[in-house]
């Protein structure tokens, strides 16, 4: 190796050290270690699990993973706990809101004066693009793990209550992820969080909750509410090619095609049968299973939708009008 080829890579390695440095030093103090806290039958408060959260007001909202605050197996009530911070504060917090179909959940501290992050968007984020996971794997605080994200909009499933639900453009990374970074925040160049570290998915490979404009309305829902509203259907389907004779009438690509229909749901009210080609709902365009689940977050329970189904080669238009989920 020459001289000339050592110093490039020495400055090189000096930038790179210099951007995770700088990120891990400007996101730490946002990131908060959770001690969750269950009671028992004595009334005595124990330990029943932990996580990470992200500070995203100075007034005590923290943003988390649904999984990390969801009650004990057997228990009946969301825990509460203590949020530990790298200035040695620890604040009780309790949860505000958690919503497992989207896998977020919001907390609020019992004190303010907190550090909030910078909330970035991760529609931006390109495929090995240098990305930073900050949180407190096997509870020690302040840790950071440093990679490149590895795939961009990769499908997380999820379930909730006999419910199951696709978590879409999920953000795939190898920074290395340990129990107890569930909740943490991943992080771009710019110090600002794209992410929420949700989950491991084998050795050498993590995924994250991308922060974009569905799930910011995820967390405002939270935030206010405590709960996040969606309008039900109420079919099964998957995505498949629109056939040649329907290409002429639609643009190119894919439709789902329904499954099952859920007896009494909504899409059973307005006539939608098993083997129909889904392709329209109220003027949107579907072309996977997500872009349905996308207009059922909005404000559309009980309102009347037209659907647009391909049945035996015809087109068919139907009204359905969805409930909220429950």
Do not use: K
Not at 287 to 304: E, F, P, T
Request: aromatic fraction near 2%; hydrophobic fraction near 45%; glycine fraction near 12%.
């Amino acid at each position: 190796m020459s001289a000339t080829t050592a110093t490039r890579d020495t400055a090189a390695l000096d930038a790179y050290s210099a951007t995770v440095v700088e990120v891990a030093e400007t996101l730490a103090p946002s990131v908060a270690n959770l001690r969750l806290l269950g009671r028992r039958r004595d009334g005595r408060q124990v330990p029943v699990g932990a996580g990470s959260a992200i500070a995203l007001t100075p007034d005590g909202f923290l943003l988390t993973s649904a999984h990390v605050v969801a009650p004990a197996r057997g228990a009946r009530r969301i825990p509460t706990g203590v949020a530990s911070f790298t200035d040695g504060r620890e604040i009780p917090f309790d949860v505000v809101g958690a919503d497992p179909l989207s896998e977020l959940a919001v907390l609020r501290a019992q004190s303010g004066d907190l550090d909030p992050a910078r909330l970035g968007d991760a529609e931006g984020l390109r495929v090995g693009q240098l990305v930073v996971a900050i949180g407190n794997p096997h509870g020690f605080a302040g840790s950071v793990t440093a990679g490149v994200v590895s795939a961009l909009g990769r499908a997380l499933p999820v379930r909730s209550n006999g419910v199951t639900r696709v978590i879409d453009d999920v953000i795939q990374t190898d920074a290395a992820l340990n129990p107890g970074n569930s909740g943490g925040a991943l992080v771009d160049g710019s110090g600002e969080v794209v992410g929420v570290n949700t989950a491991i998915a084998g050795i050498g490979l993590g995924l994250a909750v991308p922060i974009n404009r569905a799930t910011r309305q995820i967390v405002a829902a939270l935030m206010t509410d405590g709960r996040v509203r969606r309008g039900y259907f109420g079919i099964a389907g998957s995505v498949r090619p629109l056939p040649p004779s329907a290409r002429g009438d639609w643009a190119p690509g894919d439709c789902v095609e329904v499954g099952e229909v859920v007896v009494d749901s909504p899409a059973a009210d307005a006539g939608i049968r098993a083997g129909d080609l889904l392709v329209e709902v109220a003027g949107t365009r579907i072309a996977s299973v997500a872009d349905l689940q996308a207009l059922l977050q909005r404000d559309v329970i009980g309102v009347g939708l037209t659907a647009v189904v391909l049945r035996e080669g015809r087109e068919r238009r139907l009204q359905v009008r969805p409930r909220e989920l429950g």
